[in-house]
C-alpha cells in the first residue's frame, strides 16, 4: 500500500518551472508518482494540500550541524524551516578527522560543540551520527583547519612536504567516505597562516571525485575583491568547482562592492569556470568574537555594533549590544570586549555583528547562481543568530513575497535542484517519480520567519508538513498553531553522488 498520498498541491518541483496542481504519492521513502490527473486508491496517510504548494525539502548549504547531529538529533530548528538536509563543516572546521587526543571543540572555538564518540575518520562520524537517529540528512565538507590543526597544531608558518602530504591524505580519505569537498575559513586560525599554495594542493585532491572547493574567504570587508580573485585562482588552479560562502561586503566603507565581486563570479562563468555561492538573508553576522578582534588594539566600530550571542563566562551578557554593556557598567565598549575575550573560556564567546547592507542581501538574492545557507551555528544555551530558526521562511516570506527579488519557483530552485545537483545529493532536490521522498508543503502566503534577535528561538509560520526520506518528520495546521515533530528519525548520511551511507551503492 502506498504510503503517502498529498492531493491537489501546487507542485513545485525544484527545477524552477512554474507551479503545476498534482497528487503526489510517497512508498517505500521515495516519490511513487507525480499525477496531474489525480491519484486515485488510498494511502495510509492521506494529505489535503489544497490552497498549499510542495515543493522538495529545502538545502541548508552552510551549516555548522556536525556536532548538532549528536547533541540536537531532532534538529527542530532546521525541520521546521523545511530543511530536510544541510551541507556540514563549513568554514574549514569539520568533525573529522578527528584525533581522540585532541580537543577539537575548543580548537574550533565551539563551533563544532555536542561531538561525541571515538570515530577518527568520516565513516565513523557518520555510523556514530547515525545511531542518535537523526531527522534531518547530512553531508559533509573536510574542513582545512580541522585537518591543519590535527597535523600542525597552531603553527604559524607553511607546511613542510611531509605535512603537506598528510593534511592531502586527510582531505582525500574524506572524500574517498563520501565528503562533499574541501572547506577552507581563511579568516580564521591556523587557516589564515596558510598561503595559496598550500589551499591549491590540498583543494586538488578534490579534483578526482569532481569534489567541491567551498570557501570562507580570506577578507569579506577591505580586501573581498583581492579574495575573490584568489578563491578564482584555487578553483582553476586545483580543477574544482569553487563556492563561495555566506558572500558578502562587511563594513559600511565597502557595502555595495559585492556588484564587483558578483561581477568577477559572471565573467570566470562566461570563461568556463565553475563557480556557485551562498548567503544568509541578514543584515549581522555571527561567529566566534575573537576571531574578529586584535586583543592588543580593540577594534571601536566593530565593537560599537557587537551583540552576545553566547558567552559561558558571562551568561548574563546575552542578547545584549555591548555598547549597552558599556554604558549600564560605566565603561568603554573596547574595555568590554577586551574583558569578555580574556576571561575562562572567552575565547568560546560567540558574537552578532551588524556589519551588512540590506541592499546587499538583495543584490545577491538576485543573482542566478546564489544559493541560500544559514551559517547558523546550533548553540541553543544563549540567544543565536535568528538566522538559525529562520532562513529560509524569510527568503520565501520576505525576500519573495513581500520585496519581489525573485520569483517563488526560482528561489524553491536555488534551495532545492541547484544545491542538490551541486552538493552531489544524489536522487534529490526535484520533485520526479523514483528520487527520494524529502518534501515540504507550506503555504506561500503566510511563510515567513518568526525568529527575531530578541527570541531567536522562534520556529517560522506557514511551514506545513515536512517530509524526510518518505516519512513525515514536522506537522503544523497553520496559523498559530505550534508545529508538531514527529521524532520520526529517518535521515541519512549522505555521501557525494552515492547512494548514502550504509546503503548499497
Ligand atoms: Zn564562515
Ligand atoms: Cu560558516
Redesign the pocket.
Known amino acids: 500500500m502506498t504510503d503517502i498520498i498529498i492531493r491537489n498541491a501546487t507542485v513545485l518541483d525544484g527545477t524552477g518551472s512554474p507551479g503545476i496542481s498534482a497528487d503526489v504519492a510517497v512508498t517505500g521513502g521515495r516519490i511513487a508518482e507525480v499525477s496531474p490527473n489525480g491519484i486515485t486508491g488510498s494511502a495510509a496517510h492521506e494529505i489535503d494540500a489544497t490552497g498549499l504548494h510542495l515543493s522538495p525539502g529545502l538545502v541548508d548549504t552552510?551549516a555548522?550541524d556536525d556536532g548538532a547531529f549528536f547533541r540536537y538529533p531532532g534538529m527542530e530548528f532546521k525541520l521546521a524551516q523545511g530543511v530536510t538536509t544541510v551541507v556540514s563543516g563549513?568554514?574549514?572546521f569539520s568533525a573529522i578527522p578527528a584525533d581522540p587526543d585532541q580537543d577539537s571543540v575548543s580548537a574550533s572555538g565551539g563551533i563544532l560543540a555536542g561531538l561525541e564518540g571515538e570515530f577518527t575518520d568520516l565513516a565513523g562520524y557518520f555510523a556514530a551520527a547515525l545511531e542518535r537517529q537523526p531527522a534531518i540528512n547530512n553531508m559533509m565538507l573536510v574542513g582545512h583547519n580541522t585537518v591543519r590543526s590535527i597535523v600542525m597544531g597552531m603553527e604559524r608558518r607553511a607546511p613542510t612536504a611531509d605535512e603537506l602530504r598528510q593534511m592531502r591524505d586527510h582531505v582525500s580519505l574524506a572524500l574517498e567516505q563520501g565528503a562533499c569537498g574541501f572547506s577552507t575559513?581563511l579568516?580564521?586560525r591556523p587557516g589564515r597562516w596558510s598561503e595559496t599554495d598550500e589551499v591549491i594542493t590540498l583543494a586538488s585532491a578534490a579534483r578526482d571525485s569532481d569534489a567541491l572547493y567551498t570557501t570562507?574567504m580570506r577578507n569579506e570587508g577591505d580586501r573581498l575583491l583581492e579574495a575573490v580573485d584568489e578563491t578564482l585562482t584555487i578553483g582553476r588552479e586545483a580543477g574544482v568547482h569553487a563556492h563561495i560562502?555566506?558572500h558578502k561586503a562587511a563594513g559600511v566603507a565597502n557595502w555595495g562592492k559585492i556588484r564587483s565581486s558578483l561581477e568577477k563570479v559572471d565573467e570566470a562563468l562566461a570563461a568556463g569556470q565553475r563557480v556557485t555561492l551562498d548567503v544568509y538573508p541578514y543584515t549581522a553576522?555571527s561567529?566566534r568574537m575573537i576571531e574578529y578582534f586584535n586583543l592588543d588594539n580593540v577594534n571601536r566600530d566593530l565593537a560599537e555594533v557587537v551583540r552576545i550571542a553566547s558567552c559561558p563566562a558571562f551568561r548574563e551578557y546575552e542578547g545584549r549590544m555591548a555598547k549597552d554593556i558599556a554604558a549600564d557598567e560605566n565603561r568603554d565598549v573596547t574595555e568590554v570586549i577586551h574583558s569578555i575575550l580574556t576571561a575562562p573560556k572567552g575565547d568560546r564567546t560567540i558574537c552578532i555583528h551588524f556589519i551588512i547592507d540590506e541592499a546587499d542581501v538583495e543584490t545577491n538574492l538576485a543573482h542566478a547562481d546564489m544559493m541560500v545557507g544559514s551559517?547558523g551555528i546550533p548553540d541553543l544555551r544563549g540567544k543565536p543568530h535568528p538566522r538559525l530558526f529562520g532562513t529560509f521562511p524569510r527568503v520565501l516570506g520576505h525576500y519573495v513575497r513581500e520585496r519581489g527579488i525573485l520569483s517563488l519557483p526560482e528561489a524553491i530552485r536555488r534551495m532545492t535542484s541547484l544545491p542538490a545537483r551541486v552538493f552531489g545529493m544524489s536522487e534529490r532536490g526535484q520533485i520526479k517519480t523514483g528520487y527520494w521522498a524529502d518534501l515540504l508543503l507550506f503555504d506561500a502566503s503566510q511563510v515567513i520567519d518568526r525568529a527575531t534577535y530578541d527570541q531567536p528561538q522562534t520556529e517560522p509560520a506557514g511551514i506545513r508538513s515536512v517530509i524526510v526520506n518518505g516519512a513525515l518528520a514536522y506537522q503544523c495546521a497553520g496559523g498559530d498553531e505550534p508545529g508538531h515533530h514527529t521524532g520520526t528519525g529517518t535521515g541519512k548520511m549522505l555521501r557525494y553522488r552515492r547512494s548514502a551511507y550504509g546503503e548499497a551503492t
Open positions: 552552510h555548522h563549513n568554514c574549514g575559513g579568516i580564521y570562507h560562502s555566506h553576522g561567529g551559517d
